[in-house]
């Protein structure tokens, strides 16, 4: 279609088309956007209800683990001025007020990418219905909704929600042998025999001959000392996914289209059923009741996304002592192009004759430096330069 001129391109990263001329006999199905979030990665999935086609999927890496260190950095930077009695703006922490419903910067920034993505697709695509994942199964409330108090954290099917846990925080591995296993067993650190308790922290995951071998010896006796202090580490990625999936669930109602939500539970059914591997954009296409019977998605090439941010807020870079040691950012914009841009440059003379594919970064006098996947290319004219997709924030 791009040969004969019957479509052009609307965007490179991810690749659209849009068409030249208009198709009014043609009939346009609507589709769904599925989503399953991620502390670190999330995937995304364009599924076509009635047939079953997956359209698109991609896998959004986030940076709210940057964002994180990053703020935490800054605030030991300030904390460290004050303390030195140096010129600076005074401590501000008795009159901040929090909004409602208000999230960490590195938390929103997960919300915020997924939204932006779904918001895109919408604008690409016929989207008229949204899935998102929302939480883990629940056995006890599927086997009574009103269950509560002691019989919830004491009934018959608790052990589902603890191996569930352990499952997650264990990467689905033996704490010992560090082998994958289908049937991984829950183990004590301090065996019950010897004083140990059932609480989470006392519990770790281990294959067969692993949990043999160990028999009635404590973790340490058997080698392995340092699971203790990892096995009272909180998991960090479950923290974060219960305290942003119920404000991406409201972003998305404010959409106006209508929201299934689905379970872990579901998902992992429905990836077993048809043998599939589990991958992040291939869970977001099982998200909910609404999954055809039949998915076809042997075609998919998913989209590699991640989140990079803008540009930097610093206004000139620092030493390792903390003293500046470049001038202050001054124009952003240079003979029409950003910092950022991804262009192409077909340089027809000198000694960097050649092409280059990659991301620009500006010079006020015209002489940019390209990015590729080879390297940093210096010195290249403006002239040889032409814009393919101004900077969004991501990198694909």
């Known amino acids: 279609m791009l040969k004969q001129q019957k479509a052009a391109i609307l965007r490179r990263f991810p690749l659209v088309l849009i068409l030249k001329t208009s198709r009014p006999d043609a009939v346009v199905e609507p589709l769904r956007v599925k989503l399953d979030p991620g502390a670190t990665t999330s995937g995304i999935a364009l599924v076509n209800d009635r047939g079953g086609e997956v359209i698109w999927a991609g896998e959004l890496t986030h940076r709210g683990w940057e964002i994180r260190t990053a703020l935490a950095k ?49 604008r690409w695509c016929p989207v008229e219905a949204i899935s998102q994942e929302l939480a883990k199964f629940d056995t006890q409330v599927m086997q009574d909704p009103s269950v509560s108090g002691i019989q919830y954290q004491q009934g018959s099917l608790a052990g589902y929600e603890i191996r569930a846990f352990l499952l997650e925080k264990w990467q689905r591995r033996c704490a010992y042998c560090q082998q994958p296993s289908a049937r991984l067993q829950v183990e004590h650190l301090i065996p019950k025999g010897r004083g140990g308790s059932d ?22 006796e058997f080698g392995f000392a340092h699971l203790m202090a990892q096995a009272k580490a909180p998991l960090a990625g479950a923290a974060v996914m219960n305290a942003t999936r119920w404000r991406l669930f409201q972003e998305l109602q404010a959409m106006g289209l209508p929201v299934e939500v689905g379970t872990g539970g579901r998902t992992s059914y429905h990836r077993a059923v048809r043998q599939l591997p589990k991958v992040h954009w291939v869970d977001a296409a099982l998200v909910g009741a609404s999954t055809p019977e039949h998915l076809h998605l042997r075609h ?97």
């Open 300 to 396: 998919i090439r998913p989209w590699q996304i991640v989140s990079t941010g803008w540009q930097s807020r610093q206004l000139c870079l620092m030493n390792r002592y903390g003293f500046p040691r470049t001038r202050p950012k001054q124009q952003s914009l240079a003979q029409g192009f950003r910092s950022g841009d991804m262009i192409r440059a077909v340089v027809k003379a000198g000694i960097k004759t050649g092409s280059y594919l990659g991301r620009v970064a500006i010079r006020a006098s015209g002489s940019f430096n390209i990015t590729t996947e080879k390297g940093t290319i210096q010195g290249i004219s403006h002239r040889w330069c032409r814009l393919l997709q101004r900077r969004d924030g991501y990198s694909y």
């Open 199 to 220: 609480r989470l922290s006392n519990l770790v995951l281990a294959c067969e001959s692993c949990n043999i071998t160990k028999g009635k010896k404590t973790a340490q």
């Open 74 to 122: 800054r605030r030991a930077a300030r904390r460290s001025r004050r303390s030195r009695k140096t010129r600076y703006r005074a401590c501000r922490f008795a009159n901040r007020r929090r909004s409602s419903g208000w999230l960490a910067p590195s938390l929103f920034s997960r919300v915020r990418n997924l939204l932006t993505w779904v918001k895109r697709l919408r």
